[in-house]
Every structure is written in structure tokens, then in C-alpha cells.
């Protein structure tokens, strides 16, 4: 749980923001304040899932989210805050600043992922910039084949049998990216299972562990195949 | 809260609209005519906006400005390729375009504050307030100096910009509200001078922008240019004329074609006339709708990719549109709606008025901005990529295209070297990979404390508004101090450059005031003493001599008086001469009385 490493720092912040800004009375996460109604400042420290009052899973319900996402947004879109004061304007801009970039993060599975082994187990965003083993032998070819391509006559002979080995290339590398959507799907799954028994066994943390260290593999191949398709399809058009 | 208008201030026409009794309304103005041609011409009376300054264009070429939004948030070197097609000079100052209008230079924001107080003024005369606060509607596809551009406009011209919305999307606000629709639905906005595709999704109220995208500079005008060179070359050619030395003439060609277009619309078949120069008689041709279509296929063909390009940002397929809405002239091309149709493999709507539909759609927008609509909200998103430029030129992006606005982004910022005091930032717009193949937007000094190189921690906050445009702020994290960024534009006016215009604008509007004033005084005056010596010559037998010299001296008074400039002077002398005149009126009206009397004894007797 992020919670466990903050600072005394952060956590001076947290306790102001526990009070309203405006009346001074409690407000322990509202959005309003019960006593003067006026909009609180979304917390730094709020992680997105509970910014939406969603559990922490890889699993979302996809029409409670795009609810909630709506039902926000018209508690804090600035179009609706014209006539109030400048502080409440700044407020509002900022906290549908935080609510968009919530809910495009949690809407996407992959981004959803990334988020939540984040926030479990610190960034899962390592760059890969050699191929993953298995796909070695394959990127290489394709490499070749690009440069070939990029230095053929688009409309010979030679450019055209190119073209069309990259375009099979391409949809090859689409199944592979769809086929790792799918194992990242269950290990999604099988994560979720294992969050909600809430076990804190020392079988359950090992079980963990190898999840997330699955799941970190797959997301950071996966985006290597990404890339290597948008460069692609930039390439062939 | 005092009124909100909705404006569209367009490439070829401009509309002001506002919310009656919970419906959104255009206002006409007295010939009926609810759209302001967005041309503005500098007469030697003084200024000219909107239909009557359309008769300059063939009259003065040089001095009457149209398109001007085409040049909003530009430098020169932008519209190089098409200064030709311009008859008005065009110069550069501080990145921002210059137009040249007689001995003055005018900002394109200038030129559309004039159009933008026609509009003003038209529905102050109609609904008896002042107005002071609009929403403006732009194309989605608007980088930030374009958008900056148009709300410097608005302050010139004295109206608050509280919000700048995107056209398609006001357009689709128009549109759910009368039918009232949920679902996908693609906007389709072709006008006269930018093209914008956007998806939206429509549900209970909520109007979600999935993707959008468009070209700024894509649209009716483009097509006339192209029926134009066909004509022109066919004068060429036929003729042996060039008519690229007669600026009036090259006016009358363009204006041809697009009526030649616009008919083509409707009919199969038309004739086409151009008078030429010199006495050489007249060009004429008849021109097909299948000729038209053929010359234009290309640039209709180029709408296409940015919608395919949306489509693919929403990860929708044209079968998961449920319904596609035309706005904008340009749609009523039937090759237009035929390609659309294909495209989207349905049949396109087109119901509500392609001309006023985004007028009104920002009427409602700004009834939601004062509290009267409250059940709908529009959630748009930024259409291009915002990013900075890193080592080596690159661009890396902080907000990507089509992320829903508001929204953030932070970048922490260090030194590099020992004791360094700032960090030079420069923001760009745009999908490429390389800095120098994106819009610069602006640039700004970052300030560092002096610090062993890689200690100072300075977070930077790009905030893009719910207008699209961009907000710098930043802080110390080590010190939580924030601090003020001057960020200076890179195709926009200056603070202080608005700031003159404004002032400028109002004196202006003063000395138009007094101008008309003037003029308004020496008509009256010149009417006033022509009566005079008619009736002296008439009457001065019924009064005495007196009275005779002193209504000559009055006269002798107001004829100086009015080859002054004051006004209220003139005003005086006229009443002066109207009092000494009194009696000579008197006489007169007794004197046709008494004979109309005897004349009726006469007729009486009989
Ligand atoms: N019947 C018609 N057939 C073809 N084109 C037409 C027709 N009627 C109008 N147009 C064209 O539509 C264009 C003007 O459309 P509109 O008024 O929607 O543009 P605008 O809002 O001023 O421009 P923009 O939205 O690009 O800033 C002109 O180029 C005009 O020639
Ligand atoms: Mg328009």
C-alpha cells in the first residue's frame, strides 16, 4: 500500500486538506464541504480508484466507471463554476484536470495495469530497448527488411514483394500483441482472485510476487511490440 | 449574470446568437439576413463591415479585407504559398501577420474585432442591452495561437471571451438538443475556409468528444481558387489576358466562381460571365456540375483522411457511428454528401440549418455558462499533441491529441550545471517527431535558484483550459514557492500589443461616433438651408426687413459653422437660423392658408 511509505511531510498535507479551505470544518475526502458547500480540492495523495469509489483491481466495471466518470464531471467541470469565486474556478479547473487523467487511465486496461502495479509495487515502467528473447530473431529480420524497403523503389518489383512481406509482418507482430492482451488478461484475473481472498500468507506473497513479475514482463514486451508496429505502419502507411 | 451571446465568427461568415425562453436563436439583422459576410472594407468614410463592404471587393480591392481568420495566429511565412491570391498587402510584425489598409497595419484579431462588433452591435439594437460576454466558437482543429488569436479579438472589440468553443462540437450541442439523440454521432463541418471532423458520444446529456480532427486551412475557399485558375487560364489562353495585373477583375473571377459553385449545387448546368478589362468584352463558358466535380475531386478527397484518422483515435469503425451531421456551406455539394455518405456508409443528416447550427449551438453553450441550461455538459478534448522540445531537437509529448480538457500535465525541471540560473523552455504543438516540424507555441526562461548542478527541483505545470488554451505555472518544490512565467507566444500579439489595441479600438469607436456625428450635423445642416433660401425666395415679400437680414445672418452663420468640425456647433448656428427664421415660416403657413381659404370660397361659391 502507497500509504504505508509517506513522508511526515505528505502527511501534513493530507491533514490540511482535511479541512475545508473555505469554512475550516472537517472534510475527511468529501468533495463538498457539508458545512458551506463548497468544492474541496481533490487530495495529490487520492489514488484514482478512489477518486472514483472503485476497488483496487485490474478488473473494472467499464459502465460504473463511465457513471462515476460523468456523474464527476458534472460535480466539477469548470462550465459550471462561472459565477462563483476565483478560488472555487481554480479549484474546479484543477480537480477536472485530475478527474480526466483518472478516468483515461483507469478506462485502458494496459494503462489501468501499469497504474495499479504502480501504486502496489513502484513503477512498472522500464523501457525496454532490445527485443524480448523470443521475438529476437524475428526483429532483426524485420529490421533488415525495413531498411530494404526504405532504400527500394517503391513501385519496383523488388519494393512491392517488400511492402508486402512487411504489411504480413506487421499482422503477425498484431497476433502476437492481441495473444499477450489476452495472457495479461488472466494473469489480470488471477491478480484480482488473489486481492480479493486478502491472504497474507507467506504462499500468497510468493504467488504475488511471480503475478507481478509476469505481468511486468508482458506489459514491457508488449509495449516493445507497439512501438515496433507504430513505426511500421509509419513506415508502409 | 448578465447575458452571454454565442458567436460564430466564421472564415466567409460570421452569425450572433442567444437563448429565448430555453431555445437558442439567431439574431437577423435589418435586411433579415442573419449572416454578416466577414468582410471588412476601408472606405474613405470611415469603416465598413459585413454585406455592404462585400460590394468593395470588385470597388477596392486593396483596402477591403475577407478570410481574415485564415491569417489568425499566423506569421507570414505560413501563407506564403497563397499570398498571390490576396489583392491586400500582407507584412509581418513580432510573428504576428500585418494587413495593410491604406496608411494603416492591422492584426488579423483587429480586423475580426471589427466583425465581432458588427455582431455586437446588431444584437444590442436588437434586444435593447449591452452586451458584454460571448462564447466564440472555433474550428476543433485550432492550435493554441489560433485560439489566443480569436480571444484578443473578442477583447478588442470589447466583449468578454468566457468561453472559445469548438465549432463541430457547438454544432452538436445545437443538434442534441432538438432531437435530442444519444449515441455516436460523427460532425462533419466543411465551411469556407476549415474543415473538422469530431466524434462525440451522446448520453443523458453528457456530450464526450471522442477524437477530433481537421485542417485549418481546408475549405470553400479552396475550391473557388480552383474554379478561379480554370477560368483564369481558360482567359489566358482565349483572351490572351492576364488578369493577375487587374486586382478588381481577379476579385470578380473568384466571386464568379463561387456563384457558378453554389448554383451548381442545385442545378446540373450554368453559365458563366466575367466581364474583362480594357473593353476586351466578356469571358464567358458554361461549366457542368461533372466539370466542377472533377476539378475539386482532390481537395474533397482530402477531408477524408482526417476522418479515418479520428476514427482510428477513437478506435471506432465507421459502422459504430450511429448517425453523421453535415455542417457548414460547403456540405450542401451534393459530390460532398456523396463522399460523406460512402465514407460512413449512411445516409448523412442535415436537418437544422448547415449555416446557423453552429451559432446556435453556441447560444446554448453560453446559456450553460450563465446557469440557465443545466442538464448538459459538453467534455471536449485538445486536438493536437502538446510537448516540449528536449535534447537533440526532439519533441516529447505531455498531452497527447485528443485528451479530454481540462487537462494537466508536470514535468520536473533541473541544471545541468553548477550555479546555473535558468533552463530555456520551448512548448510545441503538434504529432511529429522532430521540435522544428511542429507549431512553436511559445517559449519561456525557467528561473533556477544557484545551485550545485542537479539540486534545484522545479515542477511545471501545463494546464490546457476548457478553451483549448494553454496556462504555464510553476514551483520550487524545494521550497514550495511558485513562480511567475512569463511565457511569450511565438505567433500571438504581446499583452501589452492587445492592451494598446483595445485602447486604440475604443478611441476609434469615439472618433467613429464623432465622425458620424459630423457627418450626420453637415447633412442636416445643408438640408436645413437649402429650405431656407427657398422659402427667402419664396417669401421674404410677407416679412420685414429686419427679420430678412436677420435670417441672412444666421445663414451667413451656419455656412461657416459647417465647414468646421464641431458638431454641437453646428447644432447651435442650426437652431439660431430655425429661430430667426420663425417668422418667415409663420407668414408662409398663414399666407397658403388664407389662399387655400379663398380658394375654397371660390369653389364654395360656384
Ligand atoms: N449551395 C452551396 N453549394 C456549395 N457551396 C456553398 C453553398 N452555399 C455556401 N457554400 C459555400 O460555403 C462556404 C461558407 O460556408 P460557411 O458559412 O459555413 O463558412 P464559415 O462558417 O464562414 O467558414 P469556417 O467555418 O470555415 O470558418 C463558402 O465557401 C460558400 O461558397
Ligand atoms: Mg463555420
Known sequence: ?237 | MSRIVGIDLGTTNSLVAYMKDGKPCVVPGRSGRTMVPSVVAMTDNGLIVGDPAKDHLTRSPDRTVYSVKRFMGKGLADVQNELAYFPYALTEKGGVIRIQLGAKTYSPPQISAMILKELKQRVEAHLGESITKAVITVPAYFNDSQRQATKDAGLIAGLEVLRIVNEPTAASLAYGLQEKTQGTIAVYDFGGGTFDISLLKLKNGIFEVLATNGDTHLGGDDLDRRIADLFLDEIKTEHHLDLSAFPDHMQAVRLEAERAKVRLSDELRTQVTIDLPDGKGRYTRELTRDQLDASVMDIIERTLAPCRMALNDAGLTPADIDEVVLVGGSTRMPLVRQRVRELFGKQPHCDLNPDEVVALGAAVQADILSGGTTDLLLLDVTPLSLGIETMGGVMSSLIRRNTTIPASAKEMFTTYVDGQTGVDIHILQGERELAQDNRSLARFRLKMPPLPAGVPRIEVTFLIDANGILNVKASDMRTGQSQSVEVKPSYGLSDNEVERMIEDSFKFAQEDVTARKLIEARLDAGALLTTTEKSLSEGSRLITPDAIVAIRAAVAALTTTKDGTDPKAIRARMADLEQAAQPLSAAMINDSLKRSLQGKKVTEVT
Open chain 1, 1 to 237: 500500500m502507497a500509504h504505508h511509505t509517506h513522508t511526515s511531510g505528505s502527511r501534513d498535507l493530507q491533514m490540511a486538506r482535511s479541512m475545508c479551505w473555505h469554512c475550516q470544518s472537517e472534510v475527511s475526502g468529501e468533495y463538498f464541504c457539508d458545512r458551506c458547500v463548497k468544492v474541496q480540492p481533490v487530495s495529490k495523495e487520492t489514488d484514482y480508484f478512489t477518486c472514483f469509489g472503485l476497488p483496487r483491481r485490474l478488473t473494472v466495471d467499464q459502465s460504473k466507471l463511465e457513471a462515476k466518470f460523468y456523474e464527476l464531471s458534472r460535480a466539477f467541470h469548470p462550465d459550471f463554476y462561472q459565477n462563483k469565486s476565483e478560488a472555487e474556478q481554480t479549484i474546479s479547473l484543477g480537480n477536472a484536470a485530475t478527474l480526466n487523467t483518472a478516468y483515461r487511465t483507469l478506462r485502458d486496461p494496459i494503462q489501468r495495469a501499469e497504474y495499479l502495479l504502480d501504486l502496489e509495487a513502484g513503477s512498472v515502467k522500464e523501457i525496454r530497448t532490445s527485443p524480448p528473447s523470443d521475438l529476437f530473431e524475428e526483429i532483426l529480420e524485420l529490421q533488415d527488411t525495413l531498411e530494404a524497403y526504405r532504400a527500394s523503389e517503391s513501385a519496383s518489383e523488388a519494393g512491392r514483394t517488400l511492402r508486402a512481406q512487411l504489411v504480413a509482418e506487421q499482422a503477425a507482430l498484431e497476433g502476437r500483441k492481441h495473444e499477450m492482451e489476452q495472457q495479461l488478461q488472466r494473469l489480470f484475473t488471477g491478480w484480482d482472485a488473489l486481492q480479493d481472498r486478502g491472504d497474507a500468507a507467506a504462499q500468497a506473497r510468493a504467488e504475488r510476487d511471480r503475478l507481478l513479475k509476469q505481468m511486468r514482463d508482458l506489459l514491457s514486451n508488449r509495449t516493445y511490440v507497439k512501438n515496433i508496429v507504430t513505426d511500421l505502419v509509419a513506415t508502409i502507411g
